[in-house]
């Protein structure tokens, strides 16, 4: 999911070792960053990487698990894999109802934090973490939206229609809070898996 290759750029000027693969990649490049038209299938089976990325990819695929299969095995004993995907468990996906953002076209599955938590388990990762806010490049970091009676009643001279939408608003914070409370807040998650270190037996 390396798009544009921007991301594999950024790390590169970070002092990564950085290549960036896209079926769409709008251009090729050799050095670091290398940019390459392509997928997982065609790395060398043996290419590992410490921190193998896939931004924006999961919700595209035909077997989103598979791939995932797939880019564990790019990832070095103790490196990480990394996913960041649209959130369906979120107060946003609520609100938005059929206008939601990631109701697209090109969207195949919708997923949550718990579920991608499994499907890395389930690829043998472990220590799976999920980012407290969305990383996107100019996101900022917002406060988590709370219920609040004292917004009800602020806006109770404004009208009965005003108060009775921000009830229902209200009442759908709350629920996100109760069902989801760690991850309500995001509208599009990451999360990330470490693959364990085989320890090596001693010599005799």
Known sequence: GSGDGAFATVAAEAGWCSIGIDPAMPHESEGNPTLRKATLEDLDKGETFD????????????????????????????????????????????????????????????????????????????????????????TKKKKKTRASLWRVIRNAPKGIAKMRRELEQNAQIRAAQEEWPDWYHLSIF???????VIPTKPSA
């Not at 921190?51 to 791939?67: F, N, Q, R, Y």
């Not at 959130?87 to 949550?112: I, K, M, P």
């Not at 499994?118 to 973490?129: F, I, N, R, W």
């Not at 990451?190 to 364990?196: E, I, M, N, V």
């Open 51 to 138: 921190v193998v990325t896939l931004w924006d990819v999961i919700e595209h695929l035909d077997s989103p698990c598979d791939v995932l299969e797939q880019a564990a095995r790019h990832v070095a004993p103790g490196g990480w894999l990394i996913v960041e995907t649209g959130n369906y468990q979120s107060l946003e996906r609520v609100q938005a109802g059929t206008t939601w953002w990631a109701y697209a076209a090109d969207h195949r599955w919708y997923f949550t934090p718990s579920i991608v938590r499994y499907a890395l388990e389930a690829q043998g990762l472990s220590g799976v973490v999920l980012a407290p806010w969305v990383l996107r490049p100019h």
């Open 190 to 196: 990451t999360a990330a898996a470490q693959k364990p």
